[in-house]
């Protein structure tokens, strides 16, 4: 979220929700503790402290995880920031001016698309619409909450690096034909993520796959 786009898009939530008397709420941590790895769990709580350390300094109002063993955490760095208030709508952030320009703009200096950007993102997603498939809509995977939108993000990412030439076509089939997942999912996959036009959402089409899935 720290990245020029990002936080051109965070800064500017914040300011458009004061500026009308709206919370701005904050990103979900979808971190899941694990039982097992007390190592994975602490990076992974620095992590939770760091962002939303950010969030209450940017002037969020609140902010949301993905399990309740990280509300503790979340709520001791708005405690920092909020004290006894219950909100900080004061904070109209008229020093963000945010233009339509930086919004896209994904270019990261010092940074470029990796082919384990590209395999996680394929990863998450297959694996994320075989079990919507299956009715599920909020899964763990690898110790992170994904539900549509984050899928929807992995997706989206996908599709505009393919289109920008950050990575091929081929590159993301041989990350796809990896996957264990149902054959239903993997082509959902390709013609969300590579068709030719970007489409709307990618649960639009999985709606009409949901009769062919076996109960």
Known sequence: MTVPFMKAYTD???????KRGAHAIGGMAAFIPSRKD?????????????????????GFDGTWVAHPGLVTTAMAEFDKVLGDRENQLERLREDVGVTAEQLIDFEIPGRSVTPEGVRVNVSVVVRYLDAWLRGSGAVAIDNLMEEAATAEISRAQIWSWVKAGKTTRDAVEAELAMVEASDAAKQLFAEVALGETFVEFLTVPAYERLADVPA
């Not at 500017?12 to 004061?18: E, K, N, P, Q």
């Not at 769990?41 to 962002?51: H, P, W, Y």
């Open 12 to 18: 500017l939530l914040v300011r458009t929700c004061h």
């Open 38 to 58: 007390p190592v994975v769990n602490e990076v992974a709580l620095a992590n939770v402290r760091n962002d939303k350390a950010r969030e209450a300094t940017s």
